[in-house]
């Protein structure tokens, strides 16, 4: 039993050097691919990928479409447009798509940079540059802008845009116009289909008559913005006008007067004569002086009517639809006493030579003893509408 127990104290020694001779040949075992009790090492990330639409080096992209970015194996984390300028286009992201807030200027280099973030926190950059679309002369969308830059206009004068087609996304334009001025007047944009000629309008009017001295300036970046039926406004726009003195021309038709004021001072009154009650009578209504024309050939078939072609001096054109102040030294009979015209007020040679040397655009007429008030949209009759009236007229609620 003693011998036994001698040899046991060297089993103690000799185990621990053929496990670590196993352990050994265990781990360079798992080193080239065998089994065994050690973890596996962790499988690699795929990387992230970012593609961008439109591609890099796009042409005739739609400036109101929306920038899309897909990432693979991430998620974007930034998107931005930047113009030639310099300057990032507004919009929002969602969903990976980026909406310009009103569109991108047409014919136009921009770039995009898209930043998306991997799951172990790695950035991937991805850039492209593209073009916007150049529209065609069928595709282009013009606008007559009033009142003239620099100008000093009467206190009824909107700011008023006048499109050559129909704008079927009133408020995408909208939304680009700005109106500053020097004093905070209050004032809304409204949209009107004009008389005769059917295009669509859109003026900004004060609540109230404006404040002479006012001084306005009017901003409509619209390039880029779709119209509708495929159109886009090419070009912005800018303005500005400062607002004159009051003149009002209180024209009572019943009593063929012209009452002139000059800051809410009689200046003048004046015979005139207006419209054949029972033929073609004189719109009633607020309407601010438009044009004025000089001399010019007024013809009864213009206006769908007959029975006169002349030439007329010193007018002043206050609708669409024809209706003028004038001089009429044909119808001197009837100045101050009947109202025998074909639907203008007229006016003796030395009072309307008086009256138009002093009048500017936008001085108003308030005619009264008419028929029918005018229309809204026949010249700048949006005056015969109340404030919350004209404010529904607006396209942005």
Not at 20 to 32: D, F, H, Q, R, Y
Not at 100 to 109: E, F, H, Q, Y
Request: aromatic content about 6%; overall charge neutral.
């Amino acid at each position: 039993m003693r011998k036994a127990a001698t040899t046991r104290p060297h089993a103690p020694h000799a185990l621990p050097a053929l496990l670590i001779l196993i352990a050994l040949s265990v781990t360079a075992c798992a080193g080239a691919g065998g089994g065994g009790g050690a973890e596996p090492a962790a499988p690699s990330r795929p990387a992230t990928e970012v593609s961008l639409d439109p591609a890099d080096g796009a042409k005739d992209v739609k400036p109101d479409a929306p920038l899309t970015a897909r990432v693979d194996h991430g998620r974007l984390t930034a998107l931005t447009v930047t113009g030639p300028d310099g300057k990032q286009a507004e919009g929002t992201l969602k969903d990976g798509a980026f909406t310009p807030k009103d569109g991108l200027a047409v014919d136009t280099a921009y770039k995009v940079r898209a930043t998306a973030g991997s799951q172990d926190g790695k950035e991937t950059v991805s850039e492209s540059a593209f073009r916007t679309l150049a529209p065609s002369k069928e595709q282009t969308e013009t606008v007559t802008v009033l009142p003239a830059g620099g100008t000093t206009v009467g206190v009824g004068q909107p700011l008023s845009l006048t499109f050559d087609h129909e704008v079927k996304d009133k408020a995408a334009v909208e939304r680009r116009l700005k109106v500053t001025t020097n004093n905070g007047t209050e004032g809304s944009w409204g949209w009107l289909t004009e008389t005769l000629t059917g295009k669509d309008r859109v003026d900004w009017r004060p609540k109230e008559y404006w404040k002479p001295g006012t001084q306005v300036t009017l901003d409509a970046p619209l390039s880029g913005v779709a119209t509708g039926s495929g159109r886009y406004l090419t070009k912005s726009y800018s303005t500005s006008a400062t607002i004159g003195q009051s003149r009002m021309a209180k024209v009572d038709i019943t009593s063929h007067e012209m009452t002139v004021e000059h800051d809410g001072q009689v200046v003048r009154s004046i015979p005139i004569t207006a419209g054949d009650p029972a033929k073609t009578p004189t719109w009633s209504g607020k309407m601010p002086l438009m044009s004025k024309e000089g001399t010019i050939r007024m013809k009864a078939s213009s206006v769908g009517l007959t029975g006169y072609d002349q030439q007329v001096q010193k007018s002043m054109r206050l609708t669409v639809s024809g209706t003028y102040a004038h001089q009429a030294e044909w119808a001197e009979g009837y100045i101050g006493s009947a109202n025998r015209s074909h639907g203008c007020i007229g006016m003796k040679p030395a009072d309307a030579t008086w009256f138009y040397d002093q009048a500017q655009i936008g001085d108003v007429f308030d005619v009264t003893g008419g028929k029918e008030t005018v229309a809204a949209g026949n010249g700048f009759g949006e005056w015969n509408l109340t404030w919350e009236a004209w404010q529904k007229l607006s396209a942005v609620k």
